[in-house]
């Protein structure tokens, strides 16, 4: 059974950081790109940070390019996203997803469908 658990979401204040896990279980990660999405209030989702199975291919939107960094610990099956400089406007509930086989990183982030999705974790940033 393939699950996707988010963890690190948080409060902090605007200029903070913050570290998100994704723990992916049931899955072999040399064959599956990740992603995280977020979704804003009143929003629809958004690809942030995605990552190919060979972290060969790493996509950032203009929004958060030099801001989020995301990678992957194969033997750990965890990836992470590391924000740093959070502004208010990157608040929304961030979710992991999970796509099996060897699409690139714009294409993780720009799919309409993921095989994947966890559940999310809250980053709220707000002073």
């Known amino acids: 059974q393939v699950q996707l658990v988010e963890s690190g979401g948080d409060l902090v204040q605007p200029g903070g950081s913050l570290r998100l896990s994704c723990d992916a279980s049931?899955?072999?990660?040399?064959?599956?790109?990740f992603g995280w999405f977020r979704q804003a209030p009143g929003k629809g989702r958004e690809g942030v940070a995605c990552?190919?199975?060979?972290?060969?291919?790493?996509y950032y939107p203009d929004s958060v390019k030099g801001r989020f960094t995301i990678s992957r610990d194969n033997a750990k099956k965890t990836v992470y996203m590391q924000m740093n400089s959070l502004k208010p406007e990157y608040t929304g509930l961030y979710y992991c997803?999970?796509?099996?086989?060897?699409?690139?990183?714009?294409?993780?982030?720009?799919?309409?469908?993921?095989?994947?999705w966890g559940r999310g974790t809250q980053v709220t940033v707000s002073s």
């Open positions: 990552i190919d199975s060979s972290e060969g291919s790493i």
């Open positions: 997803v999970a796509d099996l086989g060897a699409a690139k990183g714009v294409e993780i982030c720009w799919g309409s469908s993921h095989n994947y």
């Open positions: 049931g899955l072999t990660l040399d064959d599956t790109g």
